[in-house]
């Protein structure tokens, strides 16, 4: 009887969906993934920013609130995910197979993915404070390309993916649920 180690069997499933994904070819995507990846921090860091100077130039208290809860979402999902990520400290696929060449930088271990877990944060954030589909579909379409971008990239497995999509999806909930608590006990609402 074959006795395989628990990281192959589990790691089995993943490569074979990131080579499915993957090209080692420079493709003409490449390029578009790579600025859709790149932006991520401007996504992240623009929208609870923007949130927050039009309600100061607005003096309009309830879109300060939602600034707030948005970079609150931000906050807790970089912290959980900085700490998962080393705690965890999984190799990049680019470090561990070598048909898998990264096509942008990537510096920290790969579980799970903060680009992914950072667009899904916003995303669910801004989408719990405006529930409407004109704000709800292109921010998940937005977060789901930064999620594909980091596998095409080669920089990613999947389950970095999902991880990434389910822990900051998580965070901005809580985050929501709790400002949401902390505003109804002020006597304000969300």
């Known amino acids: 009887m074959l006795i395989l180690p628990v990281e192959a069997v ?17 493709l003409p995507s490449d390029r578009f993934f790579r600025f859709v ?28 609130d939602n600034a707030i809860a948005s970079i609150g979402a931000a906050v807790v999902n970089l ?5 998962l990520k080393y705690t965890v400290n999984r190799a990049r696929p ?13 510096g ?4 799970p993915s903060g680009h992914t877990s ?27 390309l930064v999620a594909y971008s980091r596998m095409d990239l080669g ?6 993916v999902v991880a990434g999509a389910v822990i900051g999806a998580g965070c901005a909930f809580l985050t929501f649920k709790i400002s949401e608590i902390l505003l109804k006990k002020q006597g304000k609402g969300l």
């Open 10 to 26: 589990a790691q089995n499933p993943d490569i074979r969906i990131l080579r499915a994904i993957y090209s080692p070819e420079t």
């Open 37 to 64: 990846s790149n932006s991520n921090t401007y996504f992240i860091t623009g929208v609870p920013a923007g949130m927050m100077i039009a309600g100061v130039a607005k003096n309009d208290k309830e879109l300060i």
């Open 79 to 83: 912290g959980i995910t900085a700490a």
């Open 94 to 106: 680019f470090e561990k197979y070598p048909d898998i060449i990264k096509k942008t930088n990537a």
């Open 108 to 111: 920290s271990p790969s579980f």
């Open 118 to 144: 950072g667009a899904f944060a916003a995303a669910t954030s801004i989408s719990l404070v405006y529930p409407k589909w004109y704000v709800i579909a292109p921010s998940f379409a937005y977060a789901g």
């Open 155 to 160: 920089v990613h497995y999947p389950s970095d």
